[in-house]
């Protein structure tokens, strides 16, 4: 550690809300504008997004097979390959629970062993979006109930072939390529 880390200071950078306004307020995001005042003295702004936060599992089954989905993502105008994954239905709900219901959702899995494997803000510059990733062992399977709006395809990908994936390119969706490198990193290390 060098001289300038050891002296760093988080309340030097620190901006502080001025004033703040809603200017939408949907089903699953909400918009603001603040006014703020930064590190040094002047008055700025900041647009963005809150969320309730959501959850993404890998589950892993016993012949090392990641359960995953593939479904179209309209943001993007094409269908993504993915973990599980879903929103917490309120800020306050626990993102253990979250996880469980949405991989049997999405899967039809469920698992005796639930390990967490750390926090992805996907883009912090614009919203605060808290996404707990997961890794789902010992899975039992029954018969998935994807949400009303959701058309998934599920997919067993080997956990080695997805490491490559994710290096060569071929999985686009950031929370999916954490949670596969930390997942493969953890399993490494046991």
Known sequence: MNKKEKNFNPEMME????????????????????DILLPDGKVGFREYCTHNGAVCVIPLDSDGNVICVRQYR???????LEIPAGKLDSPTEDPDDA???????????????????GLYYGSPALLNEKIYMYLAEELSFGVSSPDEDEFLEVIRI?????VDMVLNGEIEDGKT????????????RR
């Open 15 to 34: 901006e502080k809300t001025l004033s703040s306004k809603t200017i939408f307020d949907g089903k699953i995001i909400h918009l603001h504008l603040d």
């Open 74 to 80: 309209y943001a993007i105008g094409k269908p993504l």
């Open 99 to 117: 996880v469980r219901r949405e991989l049997r959702e999405e899967t039809g899995a469920t698992s005796e062993k639930i390990t967490f494997l």
């Open 158 to 162: 080997p956990l080695e072939k997805m």
């Open 177 to 188: 390529q954490s949670a596969v490198l930390r997942a493969q990193a953890m399993l490494e």
